[in-house]
């Protein structure tokens, strides 16, 4: 049974850094069937991707055009996990952040397995 | 704003059908599978429905989807309590290349 593990702070102070980690069980995070996302839920924002890594020969990672510089999300092979580090935070990025799975199913993919959902606010 | 487009709310009464639309576009619905995922409060979202209208295992075959053009619909059938929940509908979007959700539509059991 595949199970993901959120931990990290849930306040953070503007213009610092946010860092959260994902510990996967039951799965592996090098796995070639499979990529690694992070995604974030705001009542202003709904539910929002942020980017993923995933490993085919190579690490690969993909974010989204509206984070990209701000955000990295790294692998962990020896802990089996991974991590997402968000910089220059602002009170905008207040959200509950959620790590997820993305397998493949029949011709498309899904986020089958999420992890708890970690609250984070961004405030001084 | 989301990209993908749901009503807010929709209702019915036990035993019911309920159907909720996304709207999109051509680089996101109209060119990429639908995925459904529905979040009872104050839990992770679940994946309900994947590839426009394949249910994973678990999920009760009064959930069905269907896409055609550049909308999709998720129906429950046979409306029961434990249904009232958010569902999200969800693609890729080749213009943004990444994931984009739509804002959700809160199922109410009357």
């Known amino acids: 049974q595949v199970q993901l593990r959120q931990s990290g702070p849930g306040l953070v102070k503007p213009s610092q850094t946010l860092s959260l980690t994902c510990a996967i069980s039951?799965?592996?995070?090098?796995?070639?069937?499979?990529?690694w996302n992070w995604l974030r839920q705001s009542p202003s924002r709904g539910l929002e991707w942020l980017g993923r890594?995933?490993?085919?020969?190579?690490?690969?990672?993909d974010y989204i055009v509206s984070v990209e510089g701000r955000i990295t999300i790294n692998p962990d092979t020896p802990k089996n996990q991974f991590s997402l580090h968000f910089n220059s935070v602002t009170p905008d990025d207040t959200a509950v952040y959620y790590c997820a799975r993305e397998v493949y199913l029949g011709t498309s993919t899904s986020f089958d397995i999420w992890g708890q959902g970690i609250l984070v606010t961004v405030s001084s | 704003q989301s990209v993908l487009t749901q009503p807010p709310s929709a209702s019915g009464t036990p035993g019911q059908r309920v159907t909720i639309f996304c709207f999109g576009s051509?680089?996101?619905?109209?060119?990429?599978?639908v995925n459904w995922y529905q979040q009872l409060p104050g839990t992770a979202p679940k994946a309900l429905m994947y590839q426009n209208n394949q249910r994973p295992s678990g999920v009760p075959d009064r959930f069905s989807g269907s896409k055609s053009g550049t909308s999709a619909s998720l129906a429950i059938s046979g409306l029961q309590s434990e249904d009232e929940a958010d569902y999200f509908c969800a693609t890729w979007d080749d213009g943004l290349n990444g994931y984009v959700f739509g804002a959700g539509t809160k199922v109410t059991v009357l």
């Open positions: 051509s680089s996101n619905i109209g060119t990429n599978n």
């Open positions: 890594t995933y490993y085919r020969s190579k690490w690969h990672r």
């Open positions: 039951g799965d592996r995070v090098s796995s070639k069937s499979a990529a």
